[in-house]
């Protein structure tokens, strides 16, 4: 049984795209790195990167925020579009106050904008990235894709 954990930041990834295969990405980054999967790693995987493959972009130029989305824009002093978003995204909103919004994602993670994230946005509009929309199947996916390739059981974590 292992007696430490050792951390091993894997360099060479890209930057994501929509429709980006990330099994193949993340498999060719650790064989150019000089690492391999072994029995029992995991492997971890942001899950800004998901989304990017995922396409879980919205631009906010299509979107048509209700009158809660503009209450609660009003509340906070935010774009009621955004809020719109951050409503859609959540099942309720647990704490509110100017330039503040937590909400509980629909997956059930309590967190800032339910998760809506405008940071490193892409050009050419007003976008905000979604949480992926079905992280333990896309932890499955990548799983398989990566046992198979390495010959090895290992997890995946987002």
């Not at 704490?95 to 940071?119: F, K, Q, T």
Request: glycine share 10%; proline share 5%.
């Amino acid at each position: 049984m292992p007696t430490s954990v050792q951390i091993i930041g894997v360099p060479g990834i890209p930057l994501i795209e929509t429709g980006d295969d990330l099994a193949t990405l993340i498999a060719r980054a650790v064989e150019e790195s000089g690492e391999r999967l072994q029995d029992g790693d995991v492997v971890v995987v942001t899950s800004k990167i998901v989304s990017k493959a995922e396409g879980r972009w919205v631009d906010l130029a299509t979107v048509e925020p209700d009158e809660e989305a503009r209450r609660v824009a009003a509340e906070v002093g935010r774009d009621p579009r955004e809020v719109a978003v951050i409503l859609g995204e959540s099942v309720g909103i647990s704490r509110m106050r100017r330039g503040v919004l937590i909400a509980e994602h629909r997956l059930g993670y309590v967190c800032a904008n339910a998760g809506v994230d405008h940071s490193n946005a892409r050009p050419g509009g007003q976008w905000r990235l979604l949480l992926p929309g079905q992280p333990d199947e896309t932890a499955r996916a990548l799983r398989r894709a990566l046992n198979e390739r390495f010959g090895v059981t290992a997890a995946v974590v987002i």
